[in-house]
């Protein structure tokens, strides 16, 4: 599994791995030079510039320090370093419980809530749960209808209030509609850590569900702004997880290790498309071979 | 005279702080060469301060990448009507909410504008500009959903034409710049609709891939200026530099939040200030 992950990897990275030979302890020289290649492509994929320098700090000591096993190459041995200390920021996979549960999206503008709240259902629907969703947002125009038809097209049930202005009373109104509901998911509307009124009104939602899960929805493409919002959003109603959205484009997702490192939580699941099925429980392997700049 | 030991930490210094503001890393190394071809080999008064002069040169490095002889406003004026712009970019940017801003504000200046509705996929799309459209009391052309989205661009332009409207703005879907299907339909509205201007949307809270991403709109069909969304979210915006950097295009407006006044003229000087002080 390491080497598959670490060994597919293209270009500067791959040579500077291939480079390290022979059975003794690694040179500094040529730590040194692996990480420098690790740090390029982390840098690329928008991990956080601290991270990544502790990440490497701590590649370079272990790769000194520790001798290989016996048996084991030089190379193995750090990429065996490398991937351990990846996966320590990465997070492993969490268990995502297939029970009763209240789910609460949140997020910037435009991440995705919508379309996760969409493919949350159609997930805890294929397990057999009854699911049902709530459309939180009485802000953005046109949010009610994109909700109502996502929930059409999984065929789950929904609860929303097209002309209300007020997202609290429609959540209360939504969750007693859908007591009989096993999974129940609130879909929020889009904000960000400056426009306190929004952040008022997400704690007073939060106060009424009583989420069981409140899952931050990121971008991948998401720069070093993610921190301040990770926190705020932390700070306001507190984060069980994380989902990234829009892997499907270029974007590496790193930011998503920030928003995790500070809410200290796990990415839960990842979304690769538009459509509702286009969506999986988080794997560190694949995530990490994409962070390398597979 | 400057060599290029006197200025590595310095160049060193800044091309960290450009990548920790978001501009993209391989962009901020090719701003450092820049910054290093300006100055290796000046000469200097003595007592002249070398932090300060490589500061003056990644100043001038940076507003060169974002100058450009377009301005949108005398453009309106003076260009031939109807006026047809289409707007692109990956999903959720907030392109659809940047031509309700701006369609507001060409209303309020007293130009005939009309929507079209190029976002025949998503689900909402359609209820999300129709109700932009009765907000600010502004005519949508649009098709059923799923239809073809050049047709309904193209419907608007004959619509202008026919009713003397001066301006088409029109919404596209999001898409990933990676989905071939995708970048293939919207190189067949620009060649249907032959617009006049093609610009890009993005949003400044992106980071690396904002340079990725405008890349490949720009191969695929060529913008023309680029618009900065989201700069309230408490971003530094050096998405900005990226995108103006691999389109070779200006910014032209910067969207300051989701009301509909929210949209303001783009101003490097003052962006410069705040990303280098
Ligand atoms: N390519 C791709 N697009 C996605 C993905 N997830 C969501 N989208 C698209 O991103 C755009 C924004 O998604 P929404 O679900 O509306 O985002 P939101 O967070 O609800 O937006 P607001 O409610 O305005 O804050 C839409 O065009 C979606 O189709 C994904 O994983 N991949
Ligand atoms: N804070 C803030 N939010 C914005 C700004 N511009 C757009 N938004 C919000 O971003 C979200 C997405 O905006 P849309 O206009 O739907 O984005 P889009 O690019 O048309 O999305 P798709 O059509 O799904 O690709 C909405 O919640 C908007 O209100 C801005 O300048 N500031
Ligand atoms: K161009
Ligand atoms: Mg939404
Ligand atoms: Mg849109």
Redesign the pocket.
């Given at each position: 599994m390491i080497i598959l992950v670490l060994d597919n990897l293209g270009g500067s990275l791959k040579k500077s791995i291939r480079n390290i030979v022979g059975k003794g302890r690694i040179s500094e020289k040529d730590v040194k030079e692996l990480n420098k290649e690790i740090q390029r492509a982390l840098l690329k994929s928008d991990v956080d510039v601290r991270m990544v320098k502790a990440l490497t700090d701590r590649i370079k000591k272990r790769a000194l320090d520790e001798k290989p096993p016996k048996g084991a190459s030089a190379r193995e041995h750090i990429i065996n370093i490398v991937y351990d200390e990846l996966v320590n920021i990465v997070g492993k996979g969490t268990e995502i419980p297939v029970e009763e549960q209240d789910i609460m999206l949140v997020?910037l503008?435009?991440?995705?809530?919508?379309?996760?709240a969409a493919k949350l259902a159609y997930y805890f629907k294929n397990k057999g749960l009854k699911t049902g969703v709530i459309c939180a947002?009485t802000h953005?125009p046109g949010?009610y209808s994109?909700l109502k038809k996502l929930c059409g097209e999984v065929n789950c049930l929904f609860y929303g209030e097209q002309e209300s202005e007020d997202a609290v009373s429609v959540v209360k109104n939504g969750l007693k509609e859908l007591n009989k509901t096993e999974v129940r998911i609130v879909d929020t509307?889009?904000r960000h850590s400056l426009e306190s009124d929004l952040i008022t009104e997400m704690e007073e939602i939060e106060e009424t569900v009583g989420a069981d899960r409140t899952y931050l929805?990121i971008d991948a493409s998401i720069g070093k702004g993610v921190k301040k919002q990770a926190n705020a959003f932390n700070d306001a109603i507190g984060i069980d997880g994380v989902i990234i959205?829009?892997?499907?484009?270029t974007a590496k997702g790193g930011g998503a290790l920030t928003a995790v490192s500070e809410t200290d939580t796990k990415i839960a699941f990842i979304?690769?498309?538009?459509k509702y099925e286009?969506f999986e429980e988080f794997d560190p392997d694949s995530f990490i071979s994409r962070l390398l700049g597979m | 005279i400057l060599d290029e030991k006197d200025i590595e930490d310095a160049i060193s210094d800044f091309k960290f702080d450009l990548i920790e503001n978001d501009v993209a890393f391989d962009v901020a190394e090719k701003i450092g060469e820049d910054v290093k071809e300006d100055l290796v080999g000046r000469e200097i008064k003595w007592r002249e301060d070398v932090g300060e002069i490589v500061n003056e040169s990644l100043r001038n490095s940076i507003l060169s990448i974002f100058e450009s002889p377009f301005q949108f406003k005398t453009y309106i004026e003076e260009k031939e009507k109807p006026i047809v712009i289409i707007f692109v970019g990956t999903?959720?940017v907030g392109k659809t909410t940047t031509i309700a801003k701006m369609a507001k504000w060409l209303r309020d200046t007293d130009y005939k504008t009309v929507l079209a509705n190029g976002d025949t996929f998503?689900a909402g799309a359609m209820e999300q500009i129709t109700k932009h459209g009765e907000k600010l009391n502004l005519k949508v052309i649009k098709h059923q959903e799923g239809s073809d989205p050049a047709a309904v661009i193209y419907d608007a332009v004959e619509f202008a034409k026919a009713n003397e409207y001066d301006i088409v703005l029109g919404d596209t879907a999001?898409r990933?710049h990676t989905d071939v299907n995708l970048m293939d339909q919207i190189k067949k509205i620009k060649r249907v609709v032959d617009p006049d201007l093609v610009l890009f949307v993005d949003e400044a809270v992106a980071g690396s891939d904002a340079v990725e991403r405008s890349r490949e709109f720009n191969e695929a069909i060529d913008i023309d200026a680029s618009i900065l969304t989201k700069i309230d979210a408490d971003v530094s915006g050096g998405a900005a530099i990226s995108v103006s950097y691999a389109t070779n295009n200006p910014i032209i407006f910067v969207g300051t939040g989701q009301n509909y006044d929210d949209l303001k003229k783009f101003d490097p000087e003052w962006f410069v200030d705040e990303i280098v002080g």
């Open positions: 997020g503008q435009g991440s995705g809530k919508t379309t996760t947002d953005r949010a994109q509307a889009g929805v959205t829009k892997l499907d484009g979304g690769s498309g538009e286009e | 999903n959720g998503r999001g990933m």
